[in-house]
């Protein structure tokens, strides 16, 4: 017995199993909560930190995924390499700085930068993976991988929920400044606040409980193929994304080049890596390559149907307001209405079922997984996934639609998840569990990032940009303001003291609105990728028809 293997068995033996588990499914629920808080917030970050930009915005929550890409490489690794126990601290302090960032510049850039922080540090969700497995006595995969889905809904569910209850917990402004009839700052600072707090009280629990041990398989980290691999992705979704009369958008072609270019050479300097980000020969297992793949195609579906159902819910609809034809204010008279209104907190709300309906495939994958069928957990969950795609493609436009297309989409993604997250898990054996996590944890994060990334380049690419009717007015008046007349400065006041944020189109002014055939296209377009897993999966499967059961055989 080596001398990690002793202090394994040791720590096994001493370990308060329950405490364990419970930080475990703390640490898990925060760091999942991290990525599923931006998404109903999103169309707020377009109006007040992105200036009614929707690329801009969703790429505040791309910072978040492609952090997390970086994270699901390196926090494994580094597991492995340092100790549980050391890399809960690192991990909670880069958290906590990432939500301080947020909530201290309050800007654009400080919520770009604190993201793609709490991103990297999200990763830390898979530790518990890595320490449960070796402090646990009996049967540790499976319980390990039940708490990590099962912790991973409730994280979701607070992600959604809370990032909108924060909005009404604090309320944004409601009118505009009466002194200069500016715009007054609508701030998501205490909520990052409050997520900071969390970040270190979870880190303090780490510490308390997690047993401290030596490293399990120390040796290179790969930080740098791990960066150049989030870079030319970076890129590539710049290229894509960016509006085309931006200076970005003028620059697609060469940004693009440049990204591919980047992509072709760290494939080749992987190839010879002594640490590449993907274990090749871990790779060549039965179902490995297509469970760690297919966990980037689900990361697309959740992305592409986040980014669409949580525009057209919360878009003001125009029905019987629109502008008279040839008007340039206002919905104009030619593009189809859409939307239903609904706030940050309803929109969570709405679409709960996405997180609830996690819970319930999660456990059923995993022991289908454990008797050696993972490509009938991919296909089934692929399948679920197709059908409320499908089903929200057709029918978008009332709340019940939602409640319904997300209950589907959540309960087949989740399956997804299951299957991908376990398979490397039961191939590798204990002391490489970090790597096992961070293969599949990676092409979600990136998966997650190229969803978000097309539905929002569909998005930019057809629709108008709104004119406010309250912006125009107020401008006349204040042009006539200009003159001194008493009564025309008074008219101007009473303009800017009447215009209620809350029903006006004021803070509207500039944004782009998405075509309405955009919410019909964009779930069509998202079911390729859950019928790109159905491909890979039949494919694994006719190559290796008892190809993951003899591997379990092989290591029972």
Same mark, same amino acid.
């Not at 002594?274 to 020969?281: E, G, N, Q, W």
């Given at each position: 017995m080596s001398v990690a293997e002793s202090v394994g068995t040791t720590s096994r033996t001493e370990v308060n199993r329950g405490a364990l588990i419970g930080i475990a499914v703390v640490l898990a629920t925060v760091t999942?909560?991290?990525?599923?808080?931006?998404?109903?917030?999103?169309? =707020?970050?377009?109006?007040?930190?992105?200036?009614?930009? $929707?690329?801009? &915005?969703?790429?505040?929550?791309t910072a978040l995924t492609l952090g997390g890409g970086a994270g699901f490489v390196l926090i494994?690794?580094?597991?492995?390499?340092?100790?549980?126990?050391?890399?809960?601290? *690192?991990?909670?302090? =880069?958290?906590?700085?990432? &939500?301080?960032?947020?909530?201290?510049?309050?800007?654009? &850039?400080?919520?770009?930068? #604190?993201?793609?922080?709490? #991103?990297?540090?999200?990763?830390?969700?898979?530790?518990?993976?890595?320490?449960?497995?070796?402090?646990?006595?009996?049967?540790? $995969?499976?319980?390990?991988v039940s708490v990590l889905i099962m912790a991973t809904g409730t994280g979701v569910v607070l992600g959604m929920l809370g990032g909108g209850y924060s909005v009404r917990l604090w309320p944004l402004a409601t009118h505009l400044n009466t002194a200069d009839a500016s715009i007054p700052h609508q701030s998501l600072a205490p909520f990052f606040y409050i997520l900071a707090g969390?970040?270190?009280?979870?880190?303090?629990?780490?510490l308390a409980i997690v047993p401290n041990c030596p490293p399990e398989n120390p040796g290179p980290v790969g930080a740098l193929g791990t960066l150049w691999l989030i870079g030319w992705v970076t890129l590539i979704l710049l290229a894509l994304t960016a509006p085309t009369d931006s200076t970005l958008g003028k620059n697609a072609t060469l940004i693009l080049l440049a990204g591919i270019a980047a992509g072709v050479g760290w494939w080749f300097a992987e190839r010879r890596s002594? &640490?590449? $980000?993907?274990?090749?020969?871990?790779?060549?297992?039965?179902f490995v390559t297509t469970a760690c793949v297919s966990a980037g195609l689900f990361g697309a579906v959740d992305a592409a149907f986040l980014v669409l159902s949580t525009y057209y819910l919360q878009t003001p609809n125009f029905t019987g307001l629109q502008s008279p034809?040839?008007? !340039?204010?206002?919905w104009p008279?030619?593009? !189809?209405?859409?939307? *239903? #209104?609904?706030?940050?907190?309803?929109?969570?709300?709405?679409? *709960?079922?996405?997180a609830l309906t996690m819970f319930i495939s999660g456990k059923i994958s995993e022991r289908i997984i454990a008797r050696g069928r993972p490509g009938i957990v991919l296909v089934v969950g692929a399948v679920i996934c197709m059908a409320g795609l499908l089903f929200l493609a057709v029918a978008h436009d009332q709340t019940w639609h939602y409640v319904v297309g997300s209950g589907l989409v959540g309960l087949g993604s989740r399956a997804g998840y299951s299957g991908a997250f376990a398979v490397p898990q039961f191939v590798l054996p204990e002391e490489r569990a970090g790597m096992a996590a961070g293969m599949p944890g990676t092409l979600m994060a990136i998966g997650f990032a190229f969803g978000a990334g097309i539905i929002t380049m569909m998005q930019i690419g057809a629709g108008f940009v709104y004119r406010s009717v309250d912006v125009a007015a107020l401008t006349t008046l204040g042009e006539k303001a200009?003159?001194?007349?008493?009564?025309?400065?008074?008219?101007?006041?009473?303009?800017?003291? #009447?215009?209620?944020?809350?029903?006006?189109?004021?803070?509207?002014?500039?944004?782009?609105?998405?075509?309405?055939?955009?919410?019909?296209?964009?779930?069509?377009?998202?079911?390729?990728?859950?019928?790109? $897993? =159905?491909?890979?999966?039949?494919?694994?499967?006719?190559?290796?028809?008892?190809?993951?059961?003899?591997?379990?055989?092989?290591?029972?």
């Open positions: 999942n909560a991290v990525a599923f808080m931006l998404p109903p917030l999103l169309p =707020i970050i377009t109006t007040s930190y992105a200036d009614n930009s $929707v690329s801009a &915005a969703v790429w505040v929550f494994p690794r580094l597991t492995d390499n340092l100790s549980d126990r050391s890399m809960s601290l *690192l991990s909670g302090a =880069i958290l906590t700085a990432g &939500a301080l960032c947020a909530a201290v510049l309050d800007s654009y &850039a400080g919520l770009v930068v #604190g993201c793609a922080l709490m #991103g990297f540090g999200g990763a830390a969700q898979l530790v518990p993976l890595s320490f449960l497995r070796r402090f646990l006595p009996g049967n540790a $995969v499976s319980t390990a969390l970040f270190v009280l979870t880190t303090v629990g780490l002594k &640490a590449p $980000v993907f274990d090749l020969t871990v790779l060549k297992k039965p034809a040839g008007d !340039t204010l206002g008279a030619d593009a !189809t209405t859409y939307g *239903l #209104g609904l706030d940050p907190f309803k929109t969570g709300l709405v679409l *709960l079922p996405f200009q003159t001194g007349s008493k009564a025309d400065l008074g008219a101007f006041q009473a303009a800017v003291q #009447g215009i209620d944020l809350r029903t006006s189109d004021y803070l509207l002014e500039g944004t782009h609105f998405a075509s309405a055939d955009v919410y019909t296209s964009g779930y069509l377009v998202a079911m390729l990728f859950p019928a790109l $897993v =159905i491909v890979m999966a039949v494919v694994s499967r006719l190559r290796n028809p008892n190809g993951f059961r003899a591997v379990l055989e092989g290591q029972a």
